[in-house]
């Protein structure tokens, strides 16, 4: 009895243990940023990935802005050369405003979901292509006391991003 009590707790709790658990260091182009990242999937269904860098508002295309965040990801289909999945993704956005030549700075909290698919090659290396997409939500309301005047700034609400990455396994 004792046996089939530890077989059965093994089955449902400790699959993911068994699981490849893997961590890469790559890089992703959105529609307005490009961001080094690193992704750690813990499990065979659990990840996480963690990233930063430059961004441009869809005004103006200067990438005068900076964005950090993470995705939590979690594996819908799982096969041993390509993964799909679904995330949850938080970022803050310090946003540089040029209003009628007078520089405002604001930070935005931005929060999303995202859905994507990503293939290994292993060729030489492991390597991951993936692609996302997804919705993300983010609006912050600022004002602007030289001319007295409140704006508003929404973030771009598509979330379309083409990531590389190169993963070792642990």
């Known amino acids: 009895m004792r046996a089939i009590s530890l077989f059965i707790l093994l089955f449902f709790f400790g699959i993911n243990s068994f699981a ?3 961590s890469g260091y790559g890089a992703e182009l959105s529609v307005l940023s490009f961001k080094p990242n690193v992704r750690i999937w813990t499990s065979k269904t659990t990840g ?7 961004s441009s508002e869809i005004g103006s295309f200067k990438p005068n802005d900076v964005e950090a965040g993470f995705k939590f990801l979690r594996t819908i289909i799982y096969n041993r050369t390509d993964r799909t999945y679904f995330g949850f993704v938080g970022k803050w956005k310090w946003v540089k405003v040029d209003i009628e030549e007078i520089d405002t700075k604001i930070s935005l909290p931005v929060v999303g979901l995202l859905i994507g698919k990503e293939w290994y090659s292993k060729r030489i290396n492991l390597k991951g292509y993936a692609v996302e997409l997804g919705y993300q939500y983010g609006v912050k309301e600022y004002h602007i006391p030289i001319i007295n005047r409140s704006k508003s700034f929404d973030e771009f609400p598509l979330i379309l991003n083409l990531r590389y990455s190169f993963y070792k396994k642990r």
Do not use: I, Y
């Open 20 to 22: 490849q658990k893997m």
């Open 48 to 54: 996480f990935e963690l990233f930063t860098g430059p």
